[in-house]
């Protein structure tokens, strides 16, 4: 007996099924014989997807995965990812790149170890540890699962009797053999997009904090799972979560609750989008009960925005991402919105992560302006995150400090700030009320601006949501820039305190004169009202129209300069204006779409993001606004060139959307003439139609 | 005997080249797993593996460097893996090149990515030669005596 025993000890590590992914041969070839002369059982692939093809078909067939970090058909992060989340198997990655970040980079994303090529056999021999922690772990959170007094299924019984016998016999191994084996035996779970919504909702609905595994099961309502399952992944889901926080150099007590929430829905929509999956419009409606759902769209957006992988993917990937991630904003009632996307092709991340800390920096520094609470900065890093998938220049995000980013953000436009990544800009749509597609069609009792997501006030919002193929036809909509002779200057002087800071510089846009020329008011937009602070908070007199903290203008002429090509440009000049408004018709600008002039060609965009705060608006029921917008629909080139007048034509709305595929934007004029100036974190002085001094 | 020159010769061989620092112990680990691991032929399998392989990579990198517009990070793809078939096998001259190399991708530097990647050619062909030199001589004293494998 005795002896047996000790045959199993020696031999536990030999046997160790491994699956060794690497695109050099040379490398696959040694490294199959490293884990050969260790006794494992290797399978070899060359590439990723057959990696993961094999881990999905034969789960329970690997113990561990070997996987090298630069492979051609995929990133061996990505793979990390998804077999971390998907699977519950020990990832090891190696790569002949030593470098600190890299590495950390892999320990981030969940591997357990990281090698160093040339993998030496001492390397190999060891690796089985991960094995074993991991049995021990899964073994530990079994017995926790028992003192938690969740249900027990009845094959756990047994493992239960085992691991008590083992805690009284001390470590023994024939009995911790048996142990692992039923633990081995424990059916492994396939995390199928499905069932990680259902999980994903079912967190939600009960709190990120309060979630447990029975609860969750509950919920979930699927039978052959069991708690363990539950529990395994919700732990993978924290730490998920708190990456993401991390990356975002944001901790997640800092973050508002429902942030947090918008934060996993975003993550499940990843996951969805992720390769195989689509977003389903089951998604959007369960989440609907929650206030924050509706809040959805742009959350996911913005959240997607400021993730530094995303904002590279951005420039590279189609104009049906933006949409993706747009997901649905209207308030049920009332708006038919959501569009579920379909990103066939969409070839993002599964876990958005990057460098930590620093891209996240960056990323606040964005013009935008922030305020007061982490809640507004959310806006100011969504802005810069979009500033710099515009901009496509890497120096934008990699690790200069902040005062540089903004400073090259913000004059970069003024040399011509070239767009090239729809996302951005269609992400700018989300912050800035407008989002496209659906959105127009919506009845508009409450035309609501929703902005930052978060922020804005659950109800009513009417979000337009924008994808990629309502940028073209917005080219027929005539634009026009009431107030073209004004050679509008935008001056961003930045006053708060926070890291924003940084931006206080002044930056003139003369350049925004060009657009005057073929801008006709179309429709009038609105900026209602303007929650800052968390968001949390409705504002009283939202019916009425309320405060505009945060003004952005974006306007947009057409190709007048056939120097750019297709291509569009953008000015952004960012606006920093805190203005109450106390009638909203006043207020109310025109809403101008895109251009006729220049159907094909670019924009030119000035684009100028103001904002003490997040914007979002409300239209007073009574408005005008909400009964003409009906029958708004982007996609109809015959659109009434003249939709929607507010008013005053104090601020104008100019979602801007480029039909040449590569780009869309949105872009809110405000400006106030008639409204009350509020001084929040700025003074806001105004010189002119178009000149604001902070 | 002639078996027992032909050993000294690769002996000499593979000596000459770790002293020239075209091998490290890498290579040595190779001959150790194939002497201990029971795996005749092991060493040759993946030196010629190596060979095939080199010579693809740096084939497709030469191409890349002609295009008009030189996709850097996809050179730089390259060179990486290079780098770890180079390390894996224990090519240590070709290895620190390619380490070079890869600086120069990242400085984006197409002159510089030439000149590079004319010094890891010429490093690769060098070892190659020295790897062929040794295959043969294997080769040889296998045939004197197949029992000695």
Request: glycine share 8%.
């Given at each position: ?431 800035f009320p ?13 035309y609501q601006v ?30 026009q820039y009431p107030e073209v002779n004004n050679?509008p200057l935008v001056q ?27 801008w006709?008011p179309t429709a009038p937009s609105m900026f209602p009202d303007l929650g800052h ?6 504002r009283p007199s939202q019916a009425n129209i309320a405060n505009i903290n945060q003004l952005s203008s974006f306007a ?19 606006i920093m204006s805190t203005i109450s408004l106390s009638d909203f018709d006043d207020q109310m600008g025109s809403f101008n ?15 100028s993001?103001g904002s003490d705060s997040?914007i979002s608006s409300s239209t007073p029921t009574d408005s005008s606004f909400g ?17 929607l007048n507010g008013g005053d034509e104090d601020g104008i709305l100019l ?12 872009f809110d004029q405000l400006d106030e003439n008639n409204g009350r100036e509020k001084l929040g974190?700025g003074r806001c002085v105004r010189k002119g139609p178009f000149e604001c001094f902070f | ?149």
């Amino acid at each position: 007996m005795a002896a047996t025993q000790a045959t199993a000890a020696r031999k536990f590590p030999e046997g160790l099924r491994v699956l060794a992914v690497d695109d050099s041969p040379v490398c696959l070839m040694l490294l199959e014989a490293l884990l050969r002369r260790c006794k494992y059982q290797p399978t070899m692939t060359r590439d990723a997807a057959t990696a993961l093809r094999m881990l999905r078909e034969r789960p329970g067939d690997f113990d561990l995965v070997i996987s090298d970090v630069h492979m051609l058909d995929m990133d061996g992060f990505k793979l990390l990812e998804l077999i971390g989340l998907e699977m519950d198997l020990p990832v090891i990655m190696q790569s002949a790149n030593g470098e600190l970040e890299t590495m950390m980079k892999g320990v981030t994303h969940g591997a357990c170890d990281y090698l160093v090529k040339p993998v030496s056999l001492k390397d190999i021999q060891n690796i089985w540890q991960h094995v074993w922690r991991k049995r021990k772990l899964d073994i530990r959170n079994h017995n926790g699962g028992y003192n938690d007094g969740g249900e027990l299924v009845g094959a756990t019984r047994t493992k239960r009797k085992y691991t008590r016998k083992m805690r009284n016999d001390g470590d023994n191994y024939g009995e911790n053999k048996e142990n692992m084996d039923s633990t081995l035996k424990r059916q492994r779970v396939v995390w199928t997009p499905e069932l990680h919504r259902d999980f994903v909702i079912a967190v939600h609905e009960l709190g990120v904090d309060r979630a447990v595994p029975r609860k969750i099961l509950r919920m979930m309502k699927v039978d052959y799972m069991t708690r363990e399952n539950i529990a395994s992944h919700l732990q993978k889901y924290r730490l998920y979560l708190k990456r993401i926080s991390t990356q975002t150099g944001m901790d997640p007590d800092q973050f508002p609750e429902k942030w947090k929430y918008m934060n996993e829905l975003d993550a499940l929509k990843n996951y969805c989008e992720n390769g195989r999956y689509r977003l389903t419009p089951a998604i959007a409606s369960s989440s609907s009960s929650n206030p924050f759902a509706r809040m959805n769209s742009a959350s996911a957006l913005a959240t997607n925005g400021f993730l530094p992988t995303h904002s590279v993917q951005l420039k590279n990937s189609q104009r049906n991402m933006a949409m993706g991630t747009v997901g649905h904003g209207g308030s049920p009632g009332n708006n038919p919105v959501f569009q579920p996307l379909q990103n066939s092709s969409n070839a993002r991340k599964c876990f958005p992560s990057g460098p930590s800390g620093s891209s996240f920096a960056n990323i606040s520094n964005g013009l935008v302006l922030d305020t007061d609470d982490s809640g507004s900065s959310y806006a100011g890093m969504f802005c810069k995150s979009m500033w710099e998938t515009s901009n496509g220049s890497p120096s934008c995000h990699s690790g200069n400090s902040s005062a540089n980013k903004s400073n090259n953000g913000v004059s970069a436009p003024a040399n011509q700030f070239q767009v090239q990544s729809k996302f951005g800009f269609s992400a700018l749509a989300n912050q800035f009320p407008v989002q496209s597609n659906c959105g127009f069609s919506a009845p508009a009792n409450q035309y609501q601006v929703q902005s930052n997501g978060g922020f804005s006030v659950p109800a009513n919002q009417f979000p337009v949501q924008s994808n990629g193929e309502f940028l073209a036809p917005t080219n027929q909509f005539p634009v026009q820039y009431p107030e073209v002779n004004n050679q509008p200057l935008v001056q961003m002087n930045q006053s708060s305190t926070n890291h924003f800071s940084t931006i206080g510089n002044d930056y003139q846009f003369p350049d925004l004169a060009n657009c005057s020329k073929y801008w006709q008011p179309t429709a009038p937009s609105m900026f209602p009202d303007l929650g800052h602070n968390d968001g949390t908070s409705f504002r009283p007199s939202q019916a009425n129209i309320a405060n505009i903290n945060q003004l952005s203008s974006f306007a947009a002429s057409s190709g007048q300069e056939p120097m750019f090509g297709d291509e569009l440009h953008g000015q952004m000049s960012p606006i920093m204006s805190t203005i109450s408004l106390s009638d909203f018709d006043d207020q109310m600008g025109s809403f101008n779409i895109g251009n006729d002039t220049s159907p094909a060609e670019m924009m030119h965009d000035n684009f100028s993001l103001g904002s003490d705060s997040n914007i979002s608006s409300s239209t007073p029921t009574d408005s005008s606004f909400g009964s003409t917008f009906p029958d708004f629909h982007l996609d109809s080139p015959e659109m009434p060139a003249q939709m929607l007048n507010g008013g005053d034509e104090d601020g104008i709305l100019l979602p801007v959307l480029d039909d040449t595929v590569d780009q869309q934007d949105l872009f809110d004029q405000l400006d106030e003439n008639n409204g009350r100036e509020k001084l929040g974190s700025g003074r806001c002085v105004r010189k002119g139609p178009f000149e604001c001094f902070f | 005997m002639a078996a027992a020159a032909l050993r000294d010769q690769l002996t000499a061989l593979l000596s000459s080249m770790f002293s020239q620092g075209l091998v490290d112990e890498q290579f040595q680990q190779l001959q150790m797993l194939q002497d201990e691991g029971g795996t005749p032929g092991f060493v040759s399998e993946v030196v010629t593996l190596f060979c095939d392989d080199a010579d693809r990579i740096i084939n497709e990198i030469a191409t890349l460097l002609e295009q008009p517009v030189v996709n850097f990070d996809k050179v730089d793809a390259y060179v990486h893996q290079l780098k770890g078939s180079s390390a894996s096998v224990g090519a240590q001259k070709v290895k620190f090149t390619c380490m070079q190399f890869r600086q120069f991708c990242q400085d984006k530097s197409r002159d510089g990515c030439l000149m590079a990647l004319a010094v890891v050619r010429n490093d690769f062909y060098d070892l190659r030669n020295k790897f062929q030199t040794m295959l043969q001589l294997e080769q040889q004293i296998q045939a004197y005596d197949p029992k000695q494998q």
